[in-house]
């Protein structure tokens, strides 16, 4: 089993920042971590992505230069500090694991999702 548990997500006003936190655990490789969003009758869709070792980092072309993942001290963290937030950011956050970027997830894990909601 994996277990996923997203953390800080909440209500922000449009150009205000967030930082999403992730905790996996479990059997899973967690060579690559990433974020996932699914906003409401809409499909999931990726947002970021980060290796082991931090020094390689993917972005959704929606948010590149405003959101930042990064790995965290302790083994198998994660977060995503997202900056100048849109009303369009408005989803539930997803954290994922997987030994590269085109299998994360496909353990089929998912966590419970942390809200944002973002006004305008």
């Known amino acids: 089993q994996v277990q996923l548990v997203e953390s800080g997500g909440g209500l922000v006003q449009a150009g205000g920042s967030l930082r999403l936190s992730c905790a996996a655990s479990?059997?899973?490789?967690?060579?690559?971590m990433g974020w996932f969003r699914q906003a409401p009758g809409k499909e999931r869709e990726f947002v970021a992505a980060?290796?082991?070792?931090?020094?390689?980092?993917r972005y959704a072309d929606s948010v590149k230069g405003r959101f930042t993942i990064s790995r965290g001290n302790a083994e198998n963290t994660m977060y995503l500090q997202m900056d100048s937030l849109k009303p369009e950011d408005t989803a539930v956050y997803y954290c994922?694991?997987?030994?590269?970027?085109?299998?994360?997830?496909?353990?089929?894990?998912w966590g419970q999702g942390t809200q944002v909601t973002v006004s305008s």
């Open positions: 479990g059997r899973t490789s967690s060579y690559v």
């Open positions: 994922q694991t997987g030994p590269n970027i085109a299998t994360l997830g496909a353990h089929g894990y």
């Open positions: 980060i290796n082991w070792s931090g020094g390689i980092t």
